[in-house]
T-cell receptor, first 107, second 115 residues
Framework: RKEVEQDPGPFNVPEGATVAFNCTYS??????FFWYRQDCRKEPKLLMS???SGNEDGRFTAQLNRASQYISLLIRDSKLSDSATYLC????????FGAGTRLTVKP | GAVVSQHPSWVICKSGTSVKIECRSL??????MFWYRQFPKQSLMLMAT?????????EQGVEKDKFLINHASLTLSTLTVTSAHPEDSSFYIC???????????FGPGTRLTVT
């Protein structure tokens, strides 16, 4: 079993749609959780940290469920510019990246 | 702030040669730098962690004699791929941190192609 698992997608959605990604992790001792965005052939960029209480940043909402060991990212009112690969990152002694979920937002 | 650069951004080399990749933190001092490798459609895989002035800590399965890491200053780390082979072709990304593990700033990556 992979340490961090994500649905690879691709998710193809129209502009304005709401889309949700899930991620599961295997190490119950993991302490920190993040969502990164990676554009094609570019470096990952931090999108948001994920807290147990959940957190929201504009159109993006992240949730953490420690009991079930999964993390989610919800994107509302998706824009063309949201097209990218979204990486789930889980940290214990180091950062473990999921393989990413590819999102394409179409006009 | 927190800008990390990598050089070169793209390199093609012949099999058997060595390639050096530089990672620089431009506007902060990085106590720790991390080197990752990413194959197409796969996740970033941590190769090694380096702290300034000490030897790098390599992940299991990463050959330290093949991937030489030097972190000589608080703003510069280098990764040298020695005797490169086509299977070393990949996207190499570094990240730098001021405070440790949880605050990593990524460089733009170096795409290595070995022919």
């Amino acid at each position: 079993r992979k340490e961090v698992e994500q649905d690879p997608g691709p998710f193809n959605v129209p502009e304005g749609a709401t889309v949700a990604f899930n991620c599961t992790y295997s190490n119950s001792a993991s302490q920190s959780f993040f969502w990164y965005r990676q554009d094609c052939r570019k470096e990952p960029k931090l999108l948001m940290s994920v807290y147990s209480s959940g957190n929201e940043d504009g159109r993006f909402t992240a949730q953490l469920n420690r009991a079930s060991q999964y993390i989610s990212l919800l994107i509302r009112d998706s824009k063309l510019s949201d097209s990218a690969t979204y990486l789930c990152v889980v940290s214990y002694n180091d950062m473990r990246f999921g393989a990413g979920t590819r999102l394409t937002v179409k006009p | 702030g927190a800008v990390v650069s990598q050089h070169p951004s793209w390199v093609i080399c012949k099999s058997g040669t060595s390639v050096k990749i530089e990672c620089r933190s431009l506007d902060f001092q990085a106590t720790t730098m991390f080197w990752y490798r990413q194959f197409p459609k796969q996740s970033l895989m941590l190769m090694a962690t380096s702290n300034e002035g000490s030897k790098a800590t390599y992940e299991q399965g990463v050959e330290k004699d093949k991937f030489l890491i030097n972190h000589a200053s608080l703003t510069l780390s280098t990764l040298t791929v020695t005797s490169a082979h086509p299977e070393d072709s990949s996207f190499y990304i570094c990240s730098a941190s001021r405070t440790g593990l949880y605050e990593q700033y990524f460089g733009p990556g170096t795409r290595l192609t070995v022919t």
